[in-house]
């Protein structure tokens, strides 16, 4: 019974709320190497919204496809990449987790009342070699917590 009761367990945590996502990329070094298994909560924004600086996986086809990458802009906020810094409403932004940096370019976008902007830890990369952007809130699956 207690084997039965375990194996329910484990498929209703990890089937339903804690997601096992294996990260495949370079652009979340060195916060998460490629290859590495985490896990993403998918309750974690029942009661409450994302946050600047959460890691969230986003939801590119269903559940098998999921990006992982950090909030860096919230709703309605003005955001722009001016030599590499990133500036929210005008101003810098302290991202003690970019260790490395480009100088990356991005005209000032104002975000949507339901959109995110997204980005990885690797700033170190060409931009065009990287996936940032405007993502909408119903794609964010949860956040990842390990």
Do not use: C
């Amino acid at each position: 019974m207690r084997v039965l009761l375990l194996i329910i367990a484990s498929i209703g945590i990890f089937g339903w709320v804690l997601i096992p996502v294996r990260t495949d990329g370079i652009s979340m070094e060195p916060t998460y190497e490629s290859g590495r298994i985490n896990l993403v909560n998918r309750l974690a924004y029942l009661s409450s919204s994302p946050a600047r600086g959460d890691v969230v996986a986003i939801r590119l086809a269903g559940l098998h496809v999921l990006y992982i990458k950090r909030i860096i802009a919230l709703p309605g906020e003005r955001i722009s990449f001016t030599s590499g810094q990133v500036r929210i409403d005008g101003v810098p932004l302290t991202e003690p987790y970019v260790h490395f940096r480009r100088p990356w370019e991005l005209p000032e976008v104002r975000l949507g009342p339901a959109e995110y902007f997204v980005v990885g830890d690797n700033r170190g990369m060409n931009a065009a070699d990287h996936t940032f952007g405007r993502v909408d809130a119903v794609r964010i699956v949860g956040r990842v917590v390990f």
